[in-house]
């Protein structure tokens, strides 16, 4: 069954550091999302990207954050310069088509990121 | 702008017991509605969705959930649960109109299950 695939399982950086997480959504997927969740609390929204560009973002998501999709297959959330509240765990999502259709986002399992 | 209140941060049940877990929303569009399950170190499943039409879906692993849009609600139920439901349970609702497509989620509910 195809999934969403995320990279790294779990990364720790120090405060101010550049960060990377990777998503490989499902191939025939055309939106794309990325949510994160601070430990105990809930799941939070942050940014759709449709048609290489971003559809919608959530006040979460500030200059701070950039996302991208380099080439047919990934797409990437870049934190540029971590702050100790960025620490959580960061979930990509994609949905094959418009919500009032299937209407399923696909999760993948999480990037937990640690900032010290 | 949605919101979602899962008025319950934790629900112990004895195994084989009913559960019913209570999720309420607010919005100013029409909504879908949908109930996600996260196990333990694991990415989030969709347990059931309401598009339109029927509004008592029926999801996986026996979950039903039921629309109320009189009372706003979209509460989960189970007849009879079972060790391996032991998960957090999220209610998240997308809205129909303004363009947003994103889910608004729920705090959770942590469902234990007790022997």
């Known amino acids: 069954e195809p999934e969403v695939t995320q990279t790294p399982s779990h990364q720790v950086t120090q405060m101010g550091q550049e960060v990377i997480l990777r998503c490989v959504p499902i191939?025939?997927?055309?939106?794309f999302y990325w949510y994160r969740q601070i430990l105990g609390q809930k799941v939070e929204f942050l940014v759709s990207?449709?048609?290489?560009?971003?559809?919608?973002k959530s006040e979460i998501f500030d200059d701070q954050f950039s996302v991208e999709r380099p080439d047919g297959s990934n797409f990437t959330l870049k934190i540029r310069s971590t702050k100790l509240e960025d620490s959580a765990m960061y979930f990509c999502?994609?949905?094959?088509?418009?919500?009032?259709?299937?209407?399923?986002?696909?999760f993948g399992e999480g990037s937990r990121l640690t900032v010290l | 702008a949605q919101s979602v209140t899962q008025l319950d941060s934790q629900v112990p049940v004895f195994e084989e017991a009913p559960v019913e877990l209570r999720c309420n929303y607010s919005?100013?569009?029409?909504?879908?509605l949908f109930w996600y399950v996260q196990y333990p170190n694991q990415g989030l499943q969709l347990l059931l969705k309401?598009?339109?039409?029927?509004?008592l879906v029926k999801g996986i692993n026996g979950f039903e959930a039921e629309f109320n849009k009189s009372q706003t609600s979209f509460h989960l139920r189970k007849p009879s649960v079972h060790i391996s439901d032991t998960a957090e349970y999220f209610c998240?609702?997308?809205?129909?109109?303004?363009?947003?497509?994103?889910?608004?989620f729920g705090k959770g509910t942590h469902l234990i299950i007790q022997p």
């Open positions: 990207f449709y048609n290489n560009e971003i559809s919608e």
């Open positions: 191939s025939n997927h055309l939106y």
């Open positions: 999502a994609s949905r094959r088509d418009r919500m009032d259709r299937t209407g399923e986002l696909f």
């Open positions: 919005s100013s569009v029409s909504v879908y």
């Open positions: 998240a609702v997308s809205g129909r109109g303004g363009g947003a497509d994103g889910l608004t």
């Open positions: 309401y598009l339109s039409g029927s509004t």
